[in-house]
């Protein structure tokens, strides 16, 4: 059974950072694309950023570009998010997400986020 | 960048109902689109990829539709437990993935 698991998240000062984990496990951790999408109260969902399977590629919402990093290890089977620089803005409900790849002309690209954690509460406030 | 709209933002209908979500591209993604639900307070699940192909376990009741820019979801026969949020997504833009706004079913 696929299962995603995210911690780290809790109330942060604004300006300070937070590490966020997503475990992984019931599947080949190592052969999927991996993404982390945001929700912030009431709002809808916004795409934050995915990393390719070996790590050399990583992607950002243009807005967030600068304060937060994805990155993974593979023999821990984890996704992480480093936030910097936090805003009131950031807070937010964060999900990890395991990513289908589809092949397009271009060649392999995540597609779908066909398996989500169950998400993990980070909130910016003095 | 590729921005997704849908429409309505939230509708009312009653049990048994057709139910039609659109989606619209701001410029061609082929059938690059996803839909996914979300049901109150739970995480977002994968309905519908490539526009129209069912996620393994999803009810027939839901359909996809659609190329190019404009995109449909149907719910034949809306049912209580359809209560929840949708969203479409692109990926043809990717590695960028992009949701459009969300439209909220609620029960008449």
């Known amino acids: 059974e696929v299962q995603l698991v995210e911690s780290g998240g809790g109330l942060v000062q604004p300006g300070g950072s937070l590490r966020l984990s997503c475990a992984a496990s019931g599947f080949s951790f190592s052969s999927y694309w991996m993404s982390w999408v945001r929700q912030a109260p009431g709002r809808g969902l916004e795409w934050v950023a995915n990393?390719?399977?070996?790590?050399?590629?990583?992607y950002y919402v243009d807005s967030l570009k600068g304060r937060f990093t994805i990155s993974r290890d593979n023999a821990e089977n984890s996704v992480y998010l480093q936030m910097n620089s936090l805003r009131g803005e950031d807070t937010a409900i964060y999900y990890c997400?395991?990513?289908?790849?589809?092949?397009?002309?271009?060649?392999?690209?995540?597609?779908?986020?066909?398996?989500w954690g169950q998400g993990i509460l980070v909130t910016v406030s003095s | 960048d590729i921005q997704m709209t849908q429409s309505p933002s939230s509708l009312s209908a009653s049990v048994g109902d057709r139910v039609t979500i659109t989606c619209q591209a701001s410029?061609?993604?082929?059938?690059?689109l996803n839909w996914y639900q979300q049901k109150p307070g739970k995480a977002p699940k994968l309905l519908i990829y490539?526009?129209?192909y069912l996620e393994t376990g999803v009810p027939p009741r839901f359909s996809g539709s659609g190329s190019g820019t404009d995109f449909t979801l149907t719910i034949s026969s809306l049912l209580p437990e359809d209560i929840a949020t949708y969203y479409c997504?692109?990926?043809?833009?990717?590695?960028?993935?992009?949701f459009g706004g969300g439209t909220k079913v609620e029960i008449k």
């Open positions: 410029q061609d993604i082929s059938n690059y």
């Open positions: 997400a395991r990513v289908r790849q589809r092949l397009k002309k271009i060649g392999v690209v995540p597609a779908a986020l066909e398996y």
């Open positions: 490539d526009a129209s």
């Open positions: 997504q692109q990926y043809d833009d990717v590695p960028v993935h992009t």
């Open positions: 990393i390719k399977q070996d790590g050399s590629e990583k």
